[in-house]
């Protein structure tokens, strides 16, 4: 009984494609994060939610856009894939918005070919 | 521009001995930190924190301590263990809803 799942766990595509990552948490947590571990193995934030409301986009270009149906689903689409988008990108959420930690899904690796 | 710094790319140490991962930050306003642990293929997972009201937290084999005025903190893993091999992030929330993270520490535990 996963808290953070987020699918697929690997995908593997064409540079100018559009694809999908969903995640859903089961933990009833009111906030929603995507981050992107890149090559240098940084976890950095792209995106929070909170209640399904935008609080943070942290400088992410617009073909990366974030959709949250209600507060358990927080999915990420990317347009025009492009090969620098290549990265593990991980989902995670939290209780409350400040000094909680994070709990967070096993991680889409993402090939850009 | 790293706030949250993790100077030691990997470390080795050997099983039943202790093991310390330190964590440097910048800002002086950051007021609670988190220890990640995570293995391959997977996200990763909480494993202590630290409020700045406290100087040290224990968990079993793992306890953080913190250094204020240094702006420093360490975990320390006693004794360590093959399954704590691993990569270690330290992170912090930032009061607008993210969490930083440093670079991680990949933890290698020797026979």
């Known amino acids: 009984d996963t808290a953070v799942s987020q699918t697929p766990k690997y995908l593997v595509t064409q540079m100018g494609n559009d694809k999908s990552i969903k995640c859903e948490q089961n933990?009833?947590?009111?906030?929603m994060y995507w981050y992107k571990q890149d090559s240098k193995k940084f976890l950095k934030i792209m995106f929070s939610?909170?209640?399904?409301?935008?609080?943070i986009n942290e400088t992410v270009p617009n073909r990366f856009s974030p959709k949250s149906p209600d507060k358990a689903h927080l999915n990420l689409h990317i347009n025009s894939l492009e090969l620098g988008d290549s990265a593990v990108y991980f989902c995670?959420?939290?209780?409350?918005?400040?000094?909680?930690?994070?709990?967070f899904g096993q991680g889409t690796r993402l090939t850009v070919v | 521009d790293q706030q949250v710094k993790q100077n030691s790319p990997s470390l080795s140490v050997q099983e039943g001995r202790i093991s310390i991962l330190n964590c440097d930050y910048t800002n002086s306003m950051f007021d609670y930190f988190l220890w990640y642990k995570k293995y391959p293929a997977e996200g990763p997972t909480f494993l202590i924190s630290i409020s700045s009201i406290k100087d040290k937290n224990e968990d079993g084999r793992f306890t953080v301590f913190l250094n204020k005025s240094a702006k420093h903190l360490s975990l320390h893993i006693v004794p360590s263990q093959p399954g704590d091999s691993a990569v270690y992030f330290c992170?912090?929330?930032?009061?607008?809803?993210?969490?930083?993270f440093g670079k991680g520490t990949r933890l290698h535990i020797l026979p």
């Open positions: 995670a959420s939290s209780q409350v918005r400040a000094n909680t930690e994070a709990f």
């Open positions: 992170a912090t929330p930032r009061g607008d809803d993210k969490i930083i």
């Open positions: 939610y909170n209640n399904k409301e935008l609080i």
């Open positions: 933990l009833g947590h009111d906030t």
